[in-house]
């Protein structure tokens, strides 16, 4: 009998694999024998009554938004039986996991590789989701990426102990109760609760405070002896606060902040692009760059704090009973990541900690990312197609025209109410009626906000987000006294181009057109850049003097000259020519009216302050 086996039958000396057949899981998870970033997982699964069993490992979990396809990363998968006999296993159509003679199943031996170092499965998981085992020092465990559910069986119990080096200390939402120094263990009432409660385990570097009646943790893991969690936990502490007086109530008592500050080891992260965080219903977990001081920290973890409202506290059927198997979309990721992003945004606003000023200048921005929509552009229908390769180009607008959308509907909202609601109080009101286990039919949405409105919202949303007409900032920014310009044309320095950043494949792409009658470098719509001045384009992303070649080809002076290669129609070619004074237009300005009504003053203030 093979070793790994041997110790998985004798991970806990009291449990037998001869006992009688329990209706839950029991996980046992083995970080103390890490061979290349690979850990063994033992599973005693619940009773199977069929001749066949599907053992599924996700095709993605929640929040996401974007394809794992975790079977990638998993080895020698074994199903055994009572008398320690393997059953037959063979593959789906769709990779998962099929087992034979499943009513003889008592438990499933696997090994499981962590995503953050992965360069040969394709996986492309985003780190903030992901696993990361790197032998006695840290173990980031997301369990959609290291624990699997028999199909039919999603919503039972789970157990899962977890035999650890004695030194490292394990945190979460969760509970966990430590058995020993080396073994812990946590429960999970189902699959979707354990995949919604991370685990980090990491050298103890942690810090807690208390705000508005939460209790926050916060564990910071990262390579080497600093100790960062207090400096975090204060700024941490300052933006609770700043939630706590934005929102009526705080909807949870416990929450955890878990990060993964990386020290740029590229043998423990392969690719460290997708830095950001992930939201839970008591958590959030963070992957970002190592600082001892977090700068910048504040626009993401204010988001996703704020998702314990929306989608953790009310979203549709899709979400409640989430298909790890074959994932079926919400059409609302305009409400889960549009109005989050809005209210966090606004939050610092409500609490005085920016000005208006600053908050037209984020509108600002996030508005003159309505131009990368095509004309066909429906927001529900994007949503339900997001896992789709070309709506994936599209997601990153759901933080910018989806925020901006959420902000129209608030005012229009309090326009309807005479100022005595807001957006936020509409998502309160909802939350009564439905919760974190009573969703909403994904359908219902539309007439439940008119429910709480009136008809002329939900025209609004008909129109601007389940059809194909763009926001209309000109009529709704005046009524709070707001002058909206869709454009200006100025005449500067330059080369005539604009950039388009998209993502192919694994890279990041720059695809150029013109944009003034004078264009010195002879580009056309749709050339790629390759290089600037012989240097690869792929290296400037990543290289010191990238800032400077990259303002050469933006901002020149007059009489400068520029040489790039750009890909056209297959074919690379070397252009070349000198800046001269071209056309510059900019796009979706909105200015602040220095003489505002008084109704218009009025529905500001209930808009930012009430």
Same mark, same amino acid.
Not at 324 to 340: A, C, I, N, V
Not at 397 to 425: M, P, Q
Not at 498 to 520: D, L
Not at 558 to 586: F, M, P, Q, Y
């Given at each position: 009998?093979?070793?790994?086996? $041997? ?19 029991? =996980?046992?998870?083995? $970080? ?30 929640? %929040? ?79 369990? %959609? ?6 199909e039919?069986?999603?919503? =039972?119990?789970?157990? *899962?102990? *977890? ?31 354990? *995949? ?44 609770? @606060?700043?939630?706590? @007086?934005? $929102? ?8 955890a902040?878990?990060f ?7 043998? @423990? ?33 204010v ?5 314990? $409202? ?88 759901v ?12 005012i ?6 005479g ?18 286990s ?23 949303l008909?129109?601007? *987000?389940? %059809? ?25 320095? %330059? ?55 990259f ?24 252009l ?34 009430e």
């Amino acid at each position: 009998m093979p070793k790994s086996l $041997l110790s998985a039958l004798f991970f806990l000396t009291s449990f037998s694999i001869l006992q009688a057949q329990e209706q839950r899981y029991r =996980v046992d998870v083995d $970080l103390t024998n890490v061979a290349n970033d690979r850990i063994h997982i033992s599973m005693w699964t619940p009773r199977v009554l069929a001749d066949t069993a599907v053992v599924v490992f996700p095709v993605t979990v929640p %929040g996401t938004y974007e394809e794992h396809k975790w079977w990638k990363l998993v080895r020698n998968f074994r199903a055994i039986d009572s008398s320690l006999r393997d059953l037959p296993v063979h593959r789906s159509l769709d990779s998962q996991f099929v087992v034979e003679e499943a009513r003889k199943l008592r438990f499933i031996s696997y090994e499981i590789d962590d995503s953050f170092d992965d360069v040969t499965n394709g996986t492309e998981v985003f780190p903030a989701a992901g696993t990361g085992f790197e032998s006695d020092s840290i173990f980031v465990l997301n369990h %959609g990426g290291i624990v699997c559910f028999v199909e039919g069986a999603q919503h =039972v119990p789970f157990q *899962v102990n *977890v035999k650890k080096p004695k030194h490292l200390y394990g945190g979460s939402s969760l509970n966990i109760a430590r058995i020993s120094d080396t073994l812990d263990t946590y429960l999970a009432d189902t699959y979707d609760q354990l *995949v919604d409660n991370p685990v980090l385990y990491s050298l103890p570097d942690t810090a807690s405070f208390m705000i508005h009646g939460v209790r926050v943790i916060v564990q910071c893991a990262h390579a080497g002896t600093d100790t960062v969690a207090p400096a975090y936990a204060k700024e941490l502490a300052r933006l609770t @606060k700043t939630i706590g @007086k934005f $929102l009526p109530t705080m909807p949870v008592n416990r929450y955890a902040f878990l990060f993964y500050l990386w020290k740029g080891d590229q043998t @423990k992260v392969a690719n460290p692009r997708g830095m950001g965080a992930l939201e839970h219903g008591n958590s959030s977990f963070y992957f970002l760059g190592f600082q001892k001081r977090p700068i910048g920290l504040g626009e993401v973890a204010v988001h996703e704090f704020l998702h314990i $409202l929306i989608p953790l506290n009310l979203h549709s059927e899709e979400i409640d009973a989430f298909d790890f198997r074959s994932p079926k979309m919400s059409q609302h990721l305009w409400l889960y990541e549009g109005t989050t992003e809005y209210f966090s945004t606004l939050a610092p606003l409500h609490d005085s900690t920016i000005k208006e000023e600053g908050f037209r200048r984020e509108i600002e921005s996030k508005l003159k990312d309505q131009d990368r929509i095509p004309p066909d552009f429906s927001f529900t229908d994007f949503s339900r197609n997001v896992l789709s390769a070309d709506e994936q180009q599209l997601y990153p607008i759901v933080y910018t025209y989806g925020a901006v959308n959420a902000f129209y509907v608030d005012i229009l909202i309090r326009e309807a109410s005479g100022g005595s609601k807001g957006f936020l109080d509409v998502i309160y009101r909802l939350r009564e009626d439905f919760g974190p286990s009573r969703p909403f039919q994904d359908d219902s949405l539309f007439a439940l906000i008119e429910r709480e409105t009136s008809p002329s919202i939900r025209n609004y949303l008909e129109t601007y *987000v389940r %059809g194909t007409k763009r926001i209309p900032s000109a009529e709704i920014l005046s009524k709070i006294g707001w002058k909206y310009t869709a454009e200006k044309v100025s005449r500067v320095p %330059g080369y005539g181009i604009a950039m388009q950043f998209t993502m192919r494949g694994n890279e990041v792409s720059a695809i150029m057109k013109p944009t003034s009658p004078e264009n010195p470098l002879s580009v056309k719509d749709g050339d790629q850049l390759i290089k600037v001045e012989g240097k690869p384009f792929s290296e400037i992303q990543s290289s010191s003097d990238g800032t400077s070649l990259f303002s050469r080809l933006r901002s020149p002076k007059l009489g400068d000259t520029l040489n790039i290669t750009v890909k056209r129609d297959g074919t690379e070619l070397n252009l070349s020519g000198v800046a001269t004074t071209v056309n510059k237009t900019e796009r979706h300005f909105i200015e602040i009216d220095p003489n505002p009504t008084s109704e218009q003053s009025a529905l500001k203030r209930a808009v930012f302050y009430e």
